[in-house]
């Protein structure tokens, strides 16, 4: 059973940083895609960030410059390094594995985080 743990969120100013961490247990996670989402509230879940198992990445055009994506296989964990905060990026962040290695959307993901709330005040 592949389990997805996502942590770093909280309270920041805009302006500020975080760091998510999502770290896999089960599964051989250095063979899929990996991505970040985030829902706020009233609003559909969105894909932010995407790292494949080759490690080409993609970024939403609304993050692009300011957020990045990464993954430490040895330690089966993504990140999402987030800078330049402001308060449209408050939501809550889902980390998600894809069913393919070259890949991820919302049809192709296989298993979700339990997700951890990100709020930028201004």
């Known amino acids: 059973q592949v389990q997805l743990v996502e942590s770093g969120g909280g309270l920041v100013q805009a302006g500020d940083s975080l760091r998510l961490s999502c770290v896999a247990s089960?599964?051989?996670?250095?063979?899929?895609?990996m991505g970040w989402y985030r829902q706020a509230p009233g609003k559909q879940r969105e894909l932010v960030a995407a790292?494949?198992?080759?490690?080409?990445?993609n970024y939403a055009d609304s993050v692009k410059g300011r957020f990045s994506i990464s993954r430490d296989n040895a330690k089966n964990t993504v990140y999402l390094q987030m800078n330049s905060l402001n308060p449209e990026d408050t939501a809550v962040y889902y980390c998600?594995?894809?069913?393919?290695?070259?890949?991820?959307?919302?049809?192709?993901?296989?298993?979700w985080g339990q997700g951890t709330q990100v709020t930028v005040s201004s």
């Open positions: 790292i494949t198992s080759g490690g080409s990445i």
């Open positions: 089960g599964g051989f996670f250095s063979t899929y895609a």
């Open positions: 998600a594995r894809s069913r393919t290695s070259w890949r991820i959307n919302h049809d192709l993901v296989a298993y």
